[in-house]
């Protein structure tokens, strides 16, 4: 880790010496380890010239990030998710045992050496609070507790929300909820304790371990105060019912999806060399922070003739959807803008109205999915997504980053605005 320039900003200096202290702390497998610091290092050209840099020494981690292999190759089974959440929740007792809060626990912080064993990585936000409360609302919003995002004071049980989400993605392949709103079904109903609903909605598309979801409900509290802790975790049945994997058996799993990884990702460098638009860098918002409302592929919206546009019919299901996105605009802009970011992930689409079809290619197959704009009052408007063909996998995720995208004409709730 090569920084250029550190001294002339005295707020980065006090960031980084933040993260080294924090890292320097741990000692533990689970955890990258801090091998040395050169704050008077030089970094040398290919010219031969060369640059006054802090040079920062990490242990390698070769086989890159977990989120790449759920991202290209999906889910892990319940013994692969078992084994790895072991491996998370030993390396954070060890910074928990030290006084070290990670506060940005995610699948692109949880690296893979050489023999795919975890390593929680990146400590950059890091806090070793003398009095145990903390206060800074920092770390990637779809990850963060509902007490950082309210912006309250916090404890380390911060952490452990990090971690539900985590094994939720990891045993699913999707996250538990899409934004931590009050406008996101899923996350509405970890906030009232509403777990029923929760999972009854979860389970339309597949089932879940019933100890499995008693976990992942003690640590998606909403109360820190009532959240599980690290050591009731390591009591849970679903934690003990079976002795993990042993890593010669992690190894043989993670190699054997490794090649549709590095395949996945070559294609996305080759993509991004010829500036074309591809999926997963949307898919990257998920693990990104606060790029709601960004279309940074497109500069200007789709051309949309307003005028032939019927008048849109009002939101009025027979059942109810969880992948809608409710609109402060009217049907038309909302429309427009959907397009625009439809247009933006490279989908074919054909439009009827206020009906689109659309067609993307994925790593796992093609995509195909509908979707429908409501009006809801003359000023306001609902879109309405569903699937009609291609894995559950790459729908979720699809709409996830549709989501983001459109999330800016979303009615703002009021305890957003104070973070």
Same mark, same amino acid.
């Given at each position: 880790?090569?920084?250029?320039?550190?001294?002339?900003?005295?707020?980065?200096?006090?960031?980084?010496?933040?993260?080294?202290?924090?890292?320097?702390?741990?000692?533990?497998?689970?955890?990258?380890?801090?091998?040395?610091?050169?704050?008077?290092?030089?970094?040398?050209?290919?010219?031969?010239?060369?640059?006054?840099?802090?040079?920062?020494?990490?242990?390698?981690?070769?086989?890159?990030?977990?989120?790449?292999?759920?991202?290209?190759?999906?889910?892990?089974?319940?013994?692969?998710?078992?084994?790895?959440?072991?491996?998370?929740?030993?390396?954070?007792?060890?910074?928990?045992?030290?006084?070290?809060?990670?506060?940005?626990?995610?699948?692109?912080?949880?690296?893979?050496?050489?023999?795919?064993?975890?390593?929680?990585?990146?400590?950059?936000?890091?806090?070793?609070?003398?009095?145990?409360?903390?206060?800074?609302?920092?770390?990637?919003?779809?990850?963060?507790?509902?007490?950082?995002?309210?912006?309250?004071?916090?404890?380390?049980?911060?952490?452990?929300?990090?971690?539900?989400?985590?094994?939720?993605?990891?045993?699913?392949?999707?996250?538990?909820?899409?934004?931590?709103?009050?406008?996101?079904?899923?996350?509405?109903?970890?906030?009232?304790?509403?777990?029923?609903?929760?999972?009854?909605?979860?389970?339309?598309?597949?089932?879940?371990?019933?100890?499995?979801?008693?976990?992942?409900?003690?640590?998606?509290?909403?109360?820190?105060?009532?959240?599980?802790?690290?050591?009731?975790?390591?009591?849970?049945?679903?934690?003990?019912?079976?002795?993990?994997?042993?890593?010669?058996?992690?190894?043989?799993?993670?190699?054997?999806?490794?090649? +549709?990884?590095?395949?996945?990702?070559?294609?996305?460098?080759?993509?991004?060399?010829?500036?074309?638009?591809?999926?997963?860098?949307?898919?990257?918002?998920?693990?990104?922070?606060?790029?709601?409302?960004?279309?940074?592929?497109?500069?200007?919206?789709?051309?949309?003739?307003?005028?032939?546009?019927?008048?849109? +019919?009002?939101?009025?299901?027979?059942?109810?959807?969880?992948?809608?996105?409710?609109?402060?605009?009217?049907?038309?802009?909302?429309?427009?803008?959907?397009?625009?970011?439809?247009?933006?992930?490279?989908?074919?689409?054909?439009?009827?109205?206020?009906?689109?079809?659309?067609?993307? +290619? +994925?790593?796992?197959?093609?995509?195909?999915?509908?979707?429908?704009?409501?009006?809801?009052?003359?000023?306001?408007?609902?879109?309405?997504?569903?699937?009609?063909?291609?894995?559950?996998?790459?729908?979720?995720?699809?709409?996830?980053?549709?989501?983001?995208?459109?999330?800016?004409?979303?009615?703002?709730?009021?305890?957003?605005?104070?973070?």
């Amino acid at each position: 880790k090569v920084l250029f320039k550190l001294k002339q900003n005295r707020n980065r200096v006090r960031q980084v010496e933040n993260e080294l202290k924090a890292l320097g702390a741990v000692k533990h497998k689970n955890v990258v380890q801090l091998l040395s610091v050169d704050y008077e290092g030089q970094y040398p050209h290919k010219d031969g010239s060369k640059t006054d840099a802090a040079i920062i020494a990490l242990e390698l981690c070769e086989n890159g990030e977990l989120f790449d292999y759920l991202m290209h190759t999906g889910s892990f089974s319940d013994d692969v998710a078992r084994a790895y959440f072991h491996q998370l929740i030993e390396g954070l007792l060890a910074c928990h045992s030290v006084g070290v809060v990670h506060r940005d626990l995610k699948p692109d912080n949880l690296l893979l050496d050489k023999k795919f064993l975890l390593k929680i990585a990146d400590f950059g936000f890091a806090s070793m609070p003398e009095a145990g409360e903390m206060h800074t609302c920092v770390g990637t919003e779809k990850y963060m507790a509902p007490e950082v995002v309210k912006g309250l004071s916090y404890k380390k049980g911060c952490d452990v929300w990090s971690c539900g989400v985590i094994l939720f993605v990891m045993y699913a392949g999707y996250p538990p909820y899409v934004a931590p709103n009050r406008n996101d079904w899923w996350f509405d109903k970890l906030l009232k304790g509403n777990f029923k609903y929760f999972w009854m909605a979860h389970e339309q598309q597949r089932k879940f371990d019933a100890e499995f979801k008693d976990l992942i409900n003690k640590m998606l509290t909403a109360d820190e105060e009532k959240r599980v802790t690290l050591e009731g975790i390591q009591k849970h049945p679903w934690y003990i019912k079976k002795k993990p994997l042993e890593q010669e058996d992690l190894v043989k799993e993670l190699q054997r999806r490794k090649p +549709q990884v590095d395949n996945a990702k070559l294609e996305e460098g080759l993509e991004r060399k010829n500036n074309s638009v591809e999926f997963a860098a949307g898919m990257r918002a998920f693990g990104g922070g606060r790029s709601i409302g960004v279309v940074p592929t497109t500069p200007k919206l789709v051309e949309l003739d307003f005028k032939s546009l019927p008048e849109a +019919q009002d939101y009025e299901p027979e059942m109810k959807s969880y992948t809608t996105v409710r609109s402060v605009k009217a049907a038309p802009n909302t429309l427009q803008y959907v397009l625009t970011i439809l247009q933006s992930f490279g989908v074919k689409y054909s439009r009827d109205g206020y009906n689109v079809e659309g067609t993307l +290619q +994925q790593a796992d197959g093609k995509l195909e999915f509908a979707c429908d704009t409501f009006a809801e009052g003359k000023e306001k408007s609902i879109v309405e997504f569903r699937r009609l063909n291609g894995s559950f996998h790459s729908y979720r995720k699809f709409f996830q980053a549709v989501h983001d995208k459109l999330g800016r004409l979303e009615p703002k709730q009021k305890a957003e605005s104070k973070s």
